[in-house]
């Protein structure tokens, strides 16, 4: 029988919650956030880490027979959010803010053949990468938490995520460190974007 998702990355201990804390050269104790005080003051070592660990989820085996979510499902889920009334009071981000949502809805539609075309092989995703769901303890990187999002897909669907939170909690800058950790060999940007737009339309975002 294949492995499920979950199992996937319980084993390669990429969750938080199926690290063995007592395992780890430091004392056990709480974790903490990747946006705590102390990982903040080393931002760019931070990010950094959190591009290894997607880089690593990413390189897991897919299940056979996973289904995968890919940009036609995205795209028509957020049609059905804006039909539905979901994304009237979304606010969007500053590079957004210009375009009305309805006819970002529609570009994102008009999109998802291409990002479709375009999509590489698709991995484990984790959904919510945030630097809010990075745990670490005692300057140890521990895992992910909040998995609930799992989903094979396009690697864009995690790394627009984590682009996102860089750049709202911490700052512009710090991209790069995380990019350059993750690697360069699978990034295209017209993918990142299509995704990052996708994200901002996203009614479950937060």
């Given at each position: 029988m294949e492995p499920s998702l979950v199992e996937v990355v319980r084993a390669a201990r990429l969750d938080a919650d199926s690290v063995d804390t007592d395992s780890l050269d430091t004392a056990r104790g709480e974790t903490s956030s990747a946006l705590a005080v102390e990982y903040r003051t080393?931002?760019?070592?931070?990010?950094?880490?959190?591009?290894?660990?997607?880089?690593?989820?990413?390189?897991?085996?897919?299940?056979?027979?996973?289904?995968?979510?890919?940009?036609?499902?995205?795209?028509?889920?957020?049609?059905?959010?804006?039909?539905?009334?979901?994304?009237?009071?979304?606010?969007?981000?500053?590079?957004?803010?210009?375009?009305?949502?309805?006819?970002?809805?529609?570009?994102?539609?008009?999109?998802?053949?291409?990002?479709?075309?375009?999509?590489?092989?698709?991995?484990?995703?984790?959904g919510r990468p945030t630097l809010g769901v990075f745990r670490w303890e005692r300057w140890n990187p521990i895992g992910l938490d909040s998995w609930e999002h799992l989903a094979v897909a396009d690697r864009n669907r995690d790394l627009a995520v984590a682009a996102r939170s860089i750049v709202t909690e911490l700052e512009p800058a710090f991209l790069p460190p995380f990019f350059d950790a993750y690697g360069h060999d699978h990034l295209d940007l017209l993918q990142l974007d299509w995704y990052s737009l996708a994200l901002e339309l996203d009614p479950g975002r937060a």
């Amino acid at each position: 029988m294949e492995p499920s998702l979950v199992e996937v990355v319980r084993a390669a201990r990429l969750d938080a919650d199926s690290v063995d804390t007592d395992s780890l050269d430091t004392a056990r104790g709480e974790t903490s956030s990747a946006l705590a005080v102390e990982y903040r003051t080393d931002a760019a070592g931070t990010v950094a880490e959190l591009g290894r660990l997607l880089a690593r989820l990413h390189e897991l085996p897919v299940p056979e027979g996973a289904t995968v979510l890919d940009a036609r499902t995205i795209a028509d889920d957020r049609r059905a959010a804006f039909d539905r009334g979901e994304l009237a009071d979304l606010e969007v981000g500053a590079a957004y803010r210009h375009i009305a949502v309805d006819r970002l809805v529609e570009l994102l539609d008009q999109g998802a053949g291409a990002a479709s075309s375009r999509a590489g092989a698709p991995v484990l995703t984790h959904g919510r990468p945030t630097l809010g769901v990075f745990r670490w303890e005692r300057w140890n990187p521990i895992g992910l938490d909040s998995w609930e999002h799992l989903a094979v897909a396009d690697r864009n669907r995690d790394l627009a995520v984590a682009a996102r939170s860089i750049v709202t909690e911490l700052e512009p800058a710090f991209l790069p460190p995380f990019f350059d950790a993750y690697g360069h060999d699978h990034l295209d940007l017209l993918q990142l974007d299509w995704y990052s737009l996708a994200l901002e339309l996203d009614p479950g975002r937060a």
